[in-house]
């Protein structure tokens, strides 16, 4: 495995507090890579010293090996939470004026706007100003900066925030393709089914620490199964008062329950046989939003 980006016990504190606390973490080349965490876990800190734009307290990050410098920078791009387009600006202007920056030609840099705006049918909007977009498509100019120049690592906070479900489909698209032709993404959300869709790997954060960290489908498969979905003809409702069940939830067919621990999976079970036929039992995987409360304590539902 090839590591784009190496973080060695980074430490950044702010006064007293400690924002980041001794994280160690490797970026896979050619991976997308979820950063997840509560509010004011630490994320937005990281990526600053990443960008070299805050300066750790402690510890060392590396480039392909070498210390990271500010000429990194040119190679990596930031979708930040926090949207920074100038209002008056033309989008063009903006955008080449951003690529300028970042070592890009002129004639490149309007070659590939140009491109990126059909990609994303918003040509329109090439010499208007920011201010006069929706909000959507402000987001699409935002992240159309922050690829403009093949970045070598992308970093994306909240990408699809603000855009309607077709733009998350054309946005999902471009950074799966972006991912097959090499970039390396880090992908932050608190949409836990959009990186349990596109991250193979993860770290969650907790108070600037990594809680779990690795491959999700070995992550996954490490937690216990508390999840059963149950179909029966008879009525279940009994099993919301059964001892071990944490939560009953009706549906359709029956209910899905959660249990404190997978061995009251057969408990259940044997419950429901001795009332009748069982159409279905199927004890399920956690999913990342239950993996998700466990560790960093906070729910996204
Ligand atoms: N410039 C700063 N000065 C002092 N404290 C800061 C500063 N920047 C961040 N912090 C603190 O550091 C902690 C981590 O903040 P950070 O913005 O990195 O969290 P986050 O994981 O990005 O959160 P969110 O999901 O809300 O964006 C918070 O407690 C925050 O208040």
Redesign the pocket.
Known sequence: MVRVLQLKNVTKR?GK?T?VDQLTLTIPEGEMFGFL?A????????FRMILNLLENTEGEIFWHGKKITYAQSNEIGYLP?ERGLYPKLTVKDQLVYLAKLRGMAKADSVKALKSWLERFNITEYENKKVEELSKGNQQKIQFISAVLHNPRLLILDEPFSGLDPVNVEMLKKAVIELKQSGTSIIFSSHRMEHVEELCRFLCI?KHGKPVVEGDLTEIKRSFRKKNITISADYDLTFLSETAGVVKYQETQQGCKLQIASSEDAPVVWKLLTEKGFVNKFEVEEPTLNDIFIEKAGESYA
Not at 39 to 46: E, I, P, R
Request: proline fraction near 0%; glycine fraction near 22%.
């Open positions: 702010f507090h924002a965490g509010n004011g876990a630490g994320k937005t800190t990281t939470e954060m």
